[in-house]
């Protein structure tokens, strides 16, 4: 029996994509961004070319001339699998919205998103939030980096025991407080709480945000993150495949992404450890079941943070380490390798950009698959594994 692997390269877009211009980063529009596409840009005027052989062998820079029209600078490398550029025709370039789509579930309801005013939130939502962690008010209320945020905030927030409370341009209310001061328990608990109001106005993630340390030494965010999302309104391959009687192993912020609906296990660490866990899943994932993994540190560390070189270097440590991972696949095994959104790091701005992303595939077939949606993955994974499924896409395997 087969068993499939969908890796989700986060924020890894490659240009193209057709309303590009109806999304912005502050009073800039995403049309013409290519998050790929420049880094690589920037590294061959330097005269150091990205080396992505593995992807490259897979269809990567061809992908990114369906998406495009123009191949990536510097990777010339003749594929021998599958390749294709998804578009997307979910409503906005979030994460959520993303994996849903790519796991059968387009968005096309409208998130709720906090506008950019001092104060962001309404007065008696701000008032919930301090009467469920017993305080008299709340910090922040308004746009704001996560670092920079606790930096400003955190000195206060400790001596007055008052949450910080914050957004950004996706649709997400996030919370962050000290570990020791305030409790790790005591903010997750918060965040519970709060998450179905959240939900119930469209507000797509909750997210806790503990931090440790002081005014002298600095402040710094721990890796005790607790995501609270709305589960997806529609079955999914997750739902499809457990279901089916499957086992689903996720790794990484998969479990979070899809309210675990349709989850087996989750095994979460730093991108170093997620890889070890693809590893191991490779290894000792049973027949007929899925693995979905997302990694993160793409968007999180160097998109986010306009880092062309850190992301560049990602980008070259992951396509050496999933090399090794191609290698141990079995025979009838599929693997798909994507991502869910755009973050340019060359972008004005420091949020997600709205672009193509790649679908590269091992497993039966080669050539280009063109131009396809995003739903087309999950719904193509489902036909692979033998599951039925009722997702918003077709299957490419009839191509091979």
């Not at 123009?70 to 979030?94: C, F, Q, R």
């Not at 709060?194 to 507000?203: D, E, N, R, T």
């Not at 990484?252 to 899943?281: C, E, P, T, W």
């Amino acid at each position: 029996m087969p068993r499939a692997f969908l890796v989700v390269m986060d924020g890894v877009g490659i240009g193209g994509a057709p309303d590009a211009d109806c999304y912005r980063n502050g009073s800039y529009s995403d049309y013409g961004a290519n998050t790929l596409g420049h880094i690589a840009e920037v590294r061959a005027e330097a005269g150091n070319p990205l080396k992505l052989p593995n992807l490259g062998r897979m269809g990567l820079s061809s992908a990114s001339k369906l998406a495009t029209g123009d191949v990536l600078a510097g990777i010339n490398v003749e594929p021998t699998g599958w390749y294709g550029a998804a578009t997307s025709v979910s409503k906005g370039k979030d994460t959520q919205s993303g994996h849903w789509e790519l796991a059968g579930l387009p968005v096309r309801w409208d998130w709720h998103y906090f506008p950019e005013t001092i104060p962001t939130f309404p007065e008696d939502f701000t008032r919930t939030i301090a009467n469920i962690a017993g305080t008299d008010g709340v910090l922040g209320d308004c746009h704001a980096s996560g670092t920079e945020i606790i930096s400003k905030f955190g000195d206060e927030h400790i001596r007055s025991g008052k949450p910080i409370c914050y957004t950004s341009l996706d649709s997400v209310l996030q919370i962050a407080a000290h570990e020791q001061t305030f409790g790790l328990a005591r903010l997750i608990d918060l965040c519970e709480a709060i998450a179905p109001l959240c939900h119930s106005m469209k507000v797509g993630r909750v997210i806790a945000r503990p931090f440790i340390g002081d005014a002298d030494v600095g402040f710094t965010r721990t890796s005790n993150r607790r995501d609270f999302v709305q589960r997806p309104p529609q079955s999914v391959l997750t739902n499809w495949v457990c279901d089916a009687g499957r086992n689903v192993h996720a790794i990484g912020k998969i479990g979070d992404i899809f309210a675990m609906s349709g989850i087996s296990d989750l095994r979460k660490g730093d991108d170093v450890r997620l890889m070890q866990h693809l590893y191991d899943l490779v290894e000792e994932a049973e027949e007929g079941s899925l693995v979905f993994a997302n990694f993160i540190e793409f968007d999180s560390l160097f998109g986010h943070r306009r880092d062309v070189d850190g992301f560049a270097a990602a980008l070259e440590w992951f396509d050496l380490q999933i090399g090794a991972a191609l290698t141990r696949l079995r025979f009838d095994d599929m693997m798909i390798i994507t991502a869910d959104h755009g973050n340019d790091p060359t972008w004005p701005g420091s949020d997600h950009t709205r672009e193509r992303v790649p679908v590269l595939v091992v497993g039966p077939g080669s050539g280009s698959l063109g131009v396809i949606r995003f739903a087309d993955v999950g719904v193509t994974l489902a036909e692979h594994l033998g599951v039925p499924c009722g997702g918003d896409g077709e299957s490419f395997l009839s191509y091979g």
